[in-house]
């Protein structure tokens, strides 16, 4: 069992950054892949980017390429996502995941963390 606890969001302006963390439980943190997903009101949740259990492959939706950074500090157990030139339509909760593999993790997300709200104004 994982269990996943997001940190760090909150109210941005336009073209500002944030830094969301995401801290899990267990030994086995390194052995997992973790992303990023996010839900904005009346939509569906979609995924951001991953990052593999070893660091080495990362992989971003088209909508943050080139804006947003995803890192993970296995002796930390702890994932980040950093988020540059924030658009309003960024605006979302935002879901640390962790599946057995990348390919898991967009296929199925093993577990879910339970969100924290990002705002971008305008």
């Known amino acids: 069992q994982v269990q996943l606890v997001e940190s760090g969001g909150g109210l941005v302006q336009a073209g500002g950054s944030l830094r969301v963390s995401c801290a899990a439980s267990g030994r086995t943190f390194s052995s997992y892949a973790m992303g990023w997903f996010r839900q904005a009101p009346g939509k569906e949740r979609e995924f951001v980017a991953l990052?593999?259990?070893?660091?080495?492959?990362?992989y971003y939706a088209d909508s943050g390429k080139g804006r947003f950074t995803i890192s993970r500090d296995n002796a930390k157990n702890t994932v980040y996502l950093r988020m540059d030139s924030l658009k309003p339509e960024d605006t979302a909760v935002y879901y640390c995941?962790?599946?057995?593999?990348?390919?898991?993790?967009?296929?199925?997300?093993?577990?879910w963390g339970q969100g924290t709200q990002v705002t971008v104004s305008s």
């Open positions: 990052i593999s259990g070893g660091g080495g492959n990362r």
């Open positions: 995941a962790a599946s057995p593999s990348s390919a898991s993790l967009l296929r199925d997300v093993r577990y």
